[in-house]
């Protein structure tokens, strides 16, 4: 996996008209022009591409240290589209906040167009879920998600680009899955996390690491007696009534800290456990996808398991700080000239190939090489 591409302020300003139409404009003579060179296939897999995506939302005028290119490169995408997905074979689905609630509705929407049959975008809608819940519960980063854009093509292949935000640190991080790099969507899913900070300490479940507290997690919720019985045992009342989560002092087990220390135990939760306790659960996507079940009842869970068996998860923040392509003096990494000469080429080619104007065209390409420099 790809890791950690360029900076991600945190803006809270809009994008001023004149620019969105602008971007939309380009964004639709330059997808055309992708589509027709390299297929709609190839198309998403770019999109999917941290490195790529960055340099496509670059193209088209915005800033690129910024966290609103994220939206606003998909917003004008989006909107480009729009009335062309049937012909070019690229649908998009979602956005920022309120819309991107409004996913799985336009999944079906647009899977009704592109001629999947009804299993099909029932599977994209679930998978669409499905991400949003990894990226917020399996993988607790204190990103929180408010932006969530699933595209798909009419072969069913499919991407994610979700955005979340830090407020306490101003910073943003994007998070890009592809369908065709992905065997499972629990399993250290992504095709790159874009972050400019690393943090010293992070919940991962995805991490191949955390393999053995996922097994444990699986067993306990299967029995569910345990289950019961150590949700209880790890629930205690503080002086002013409250239920608070905490640790509990067992001997022989090899235990380490965990970030559900001290935590209220909120009704929420609890209905979560008893959701789990009525369903059956065969897989940690199946726990994930419960009714109520997020970060805190997946904290919970995994902390439980670490207590019976000493299973510890990994803590490692799967971003990483670095360059689009690596540094000419080697740091963070030599420069991968492949990957530079590709992107380079295909952005020219799309731009040259697009319906522009000469000046338009001119300013593009300019842009596309201040890129490397």
Request: hydrophobic share 40%; with cysteine; proline share 4%.
């Amino acid at each position: 996996m790809r890791r950690g591409v360029a900076t991600f302020g945190l803006d809270y300003g809009r994008c001023p008209p004149w620019l969105f139409e602008r971007m939309v404009k380009l964004a639709r003579a330059i997808s055309i022009a992708l589509v027709e060179n390299f297929g709609s296939e190839e198309f998403l897999k770019r999109l999917s591409d941290p490195v790529w995506f960055q340099s496509f939302g670059t193209v088209l005028a915005f800033d690129w240290n910024a966290s609103g290119l994220t939206t606003t490169t998909l917003g004008a995408l989006k909107s480009a589209l729009f009335g062309l997905e049937k012909d070019l074979g690229i649908f998009i689905a979602g956005g920022k906040g309120k819309t991107s609630r409004k996913t799985p509705d336009q999944i079906l929407q647009k899977a009704e167009i592109a001629n999947l049959s009804f299993l099909q975008a029932e599977k994209l809608t679930f998978l669409s879920r499905l991400t949003a819940k990894v990226d917020s519960a399996l993988l607790q980063d204190n990103f929180s998600i408010y932006h969530h854009s699933f595209l798909f093509t009419k072969k069913g292949h499919w991407a994610v680009i979700q955005q979340g935000m830090n407020p306490h640190l101003k910073k943003a991080r994007r998070y890009h899955w592809y369908s065709e790099k992905i065997i499972d969507p629990t399993i250290e899913p992504h095709q790159g996390i874009q972050s400019e900070v690393v943090l010293p300490q992070v919940l991962n479940l995805t991490a191949k690491k955390s393999l053995a507290n996922r097994q444990v997690i699986i067993k306990v919720v299967s029995d569910k007696k345990t289950l019961q019985s150590h949700v209880k045992k790890l629930v205690q009342k503080t002086e002013n009534g409250q239920r608070q989560l905490t640790f509990l002092k067992l001997t022989d087990n090899e235990f380490y800290s965990h970030p559900v220390l001290q935590e209220t135990f909120t009704p929420r939760l609890e209905k979560a456990v008893q959701n789990i306790i009525e369903k059956e659960n065969k897989n940690l996507k199946d726990i994930l996808m419960t009714k109520d079940v997020g970060p805190k009842t997946v904290r919970a869970l995994s902390l439980i398991s670490e207590l019976i068996t000493g299973a510890k998860p990994s803590y490692e923040d799967p971003a990483r700080y670095s360059f689009a392509f690596g540094g000419k003096d080697g740091v963070p990494y030599p420069v991968d000239k492949k990957t530079y000469d590709q992107t380079l080429s295909i952005l020219e080619k799309a731009i040259k190939k697009a319906p522009l104007s000469s000046k338009e065209k001119y300013q593009a390409l300019k842009r596309a090489e201040k890129l490397f420099l």
